[in-house]
C-alpha cells in the first residue's frame, strides 16, 4: 500500500486484529471475501516496512577511485529489476575493468556512460510499474490487470 510514513502512525498495530481489518478496508468494495480474509484472517498484526527510491532524474558526481553499483547508484522502488540490474552492473563493471588494465578511472567512466542513462530508464519504469501495483489505485489498477488476463483467454490464469 502506498500511504504517507505518517499514516502507519494512525493504525494501533497492537490491536491485531483491527489493525489488519484497517488493511484489509484499504482494498475498498467488491472483493471477494476468500481474499480479504486472507488479510484479516492473519496469524500476525500488519508490519509496517518503508520502501524507499532515489527520486526519478538523480544523479550524482563521481569521485576519482571510486564506483557505485545497483541499489546504491540507483535506488527504485521494486519492480522485480533491481537485483538483475546490480548483477548487471558487476557483470558490466567486471568486464570494462579487464579491458582497461591499469586504468580504473577510464573503466569507471565507462561503465557509467552506460549505467547511468539505462537505470534512469529502467527507474523510469519501475516507478510507473511500482504505481500500478502498490499506488493510490493499485486494487483497482490490479483488479483491471487479472480482468484484461482472463478476457485476453491466456492459458496461464486459466
Ligand atoms: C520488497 C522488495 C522486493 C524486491 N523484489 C525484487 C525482485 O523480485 N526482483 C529483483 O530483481 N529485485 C527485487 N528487489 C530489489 C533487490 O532486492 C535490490 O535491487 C538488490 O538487493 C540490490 O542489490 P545491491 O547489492 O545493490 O544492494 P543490497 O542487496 O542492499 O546490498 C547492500 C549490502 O551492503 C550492506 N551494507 C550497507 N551499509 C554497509 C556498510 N556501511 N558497511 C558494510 N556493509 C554495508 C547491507 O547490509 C547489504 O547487505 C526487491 C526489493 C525489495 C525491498
Known amino acids: 500500500m502506498k500511504k504517507p510514513l505518517a499514516w ?8 491485531k486484529e483491527q489493525a489488519l481489518q484497517v488493511v484489509a478496508d484499504q482494498l475498498g468494495d467488491g472483493w471477494a471475501p476468500e481474499l480479504t480474509e486472507l488479510i484479516t484472517g492473519g496469524d500476525t ?10 527520486p526519478l532524474g538523480h544523479t550524482w558526481d563521481r ?3 571510486v564506483m557505485l553499483v545497483g ?9 522485480g529489476d533491481g537485483a538483475n540490474w546490480a548483477l548487471f552492473d558487476g557483470a558490466e ?4 575493468i579487464a579491458e582497461n588494465p591499469g586504468d580504473i578511472d577510464a573503466a569507471f567512466d ?7 542513462p539505462r537505470s534512469a ?37 486459466e
Open 8 to 15: 502507519a502512525e494512525t493504525v494501533d498495530l497492537a490491536a
Open 45 to 54: 498484526g500488519p508490519v509496517v516496512r518503508p520502501i524507499w527510491g532515489l
Open 63 to 65: 569521485r576519482p577511485g
Open 71 to 79: 541499489d546504491a547508484a540507483h535506488l527504485t522502488p521494486p519492480d
Open 93 to 96: 563493471l567486471g568486464t570494462l
Open 110 to 116: 565507462a561503465f557509467a556512460g552506460r549505467m547511468l
Open 121 to 157: 530508464a529502467s527507474s523510469e519504469e519501475g516507478y510507473q510499474s511500482f504505481e500500478r501495483i502498490f499506488g493510490y489505485n493499485a486494487p483497482v489498477n490490479l483488479r483491471h490487470m487479472m480482468d484484461g488476463v482472463k478476457t485476453s483467454g491466456r492459458e496461464y490464469y
